[in-house]
């Protein structure tokens, strides 16, 4: 049974920093490329970051120079570090697993930046 667990998500004051971590299971971590998703209230979800399984990154404009993603093969999970966290951040933020026609996402973790 593949799972995705994300954690790490909270409430911070813009200008913060909150550390997001996907646990997988059931998969061959290594192979699979990695994303993290966004989805604000009556908004699409979006891609914020993703890691292929040979380490290149995308980022999304709106994060870029923000928000590192980064994985850890020995431990079967992926991390979203989110630095200077503004307002527009809020969403629930979502972990994806791809490989090929496989494709697994976790149950989210909720991000609200307020003051």
């Known amino acids: 049974q593949v799972q995705l667990v994300e954690s790490g998500g909270g409430l911070v004051q813009p200008g913060g920093s909150l550390r997001l971590s996907c646990a997988a299971s059931?998969?061959?971590?290594?192979?699979?490329?990695m994303g993290w998703y966004r989805q604000a209230p009556g908004k699409q979800r979006e891609l914020v970051a993703s890691i292929g399984s040979g380490g290149s990154t995308n980022y999304a404009d709106s994060v870029k120079g923000r928000f590192t993603i980064s994985r850890d093969n020995a431990k079967n999970t992926v991390y979203l570090q989110l630095n200077s966290l503004k307002p527009e951040d809020t969403a629930v933020y979502y972990c994806k697993a791809v490989f090929w026609e496989y494709v697994y996402w976790g149950q989210g973790t909720q991000v609200t930046v307020s003051s």
């Open positions: 059931g998969i061959i971590f290594s192979m699979y490329n």
